[in-house]
């Protein structure tokens, strides 16, 4: 049974940086679609960022597209969320999510298979 747990998230100045990572346990990511999501307090969930199972053709939210940048390391099984040039509207907890769908558009269309418990990322000065 594939887990995931995020790590990473904090307190950080508007126009600082964060890397969260998603590290998953019981399979191996490199069979699954790989997202990550947002949600802010009074908001609804918000998709940020995917990634294929091949690690090939990653694709943003426009709001974070060019600030925050998607990977992954097959040997540590784990997918990062590098992000840069942070906001107060990006605070949020922050949560990766896997599909079996390999594809990132088949994987969002029809929705996670499998949730990390999140991670706060707070920017504010």
């Known amino acids: 049974q594939l887990q995931l747990v995020e790590s990473g998230g904090g307190l950080v100045l508007p126009g600082g940086s964060l890397r969260l990572s998603c590290a998953a346990s019981g399979s191996i990511l490199n069979y699954y679609g790989i997202g990550w999501f947002r949600q802010a307090p009074g908001k609804e969930r918000e998709w940020v960022s995917c990634?294929?199972?091949?690690?090939?053709?990653?694709i943003y939210a426009s709001s974070v597209k060019g600030r925050f940048t998607i990977s992954k390391d097959n040997a540590k099984n784990t997918v990062y969320l590098q992000m840069n040039s942070l906001k107060p509207e990006d605070t949020a907890v922050y949560y990766c999510?896997?599909?079996?769908?390999?594809?990132?558009?088949?994987?969002?269309?029809?929705?996670?298979?499998?949730w990390g418990k999140g991670t706060q990322v707070t920017v504010s000065s």
């Open positions: 990634i294929n199972s091949s690690g090939s053709s990653p």
């Open positions: 999510g896997a599909s079996s769908n390999y594809a990132c558009f088949s994987a969002l269309r029809r929705g996670m298979d499998y």
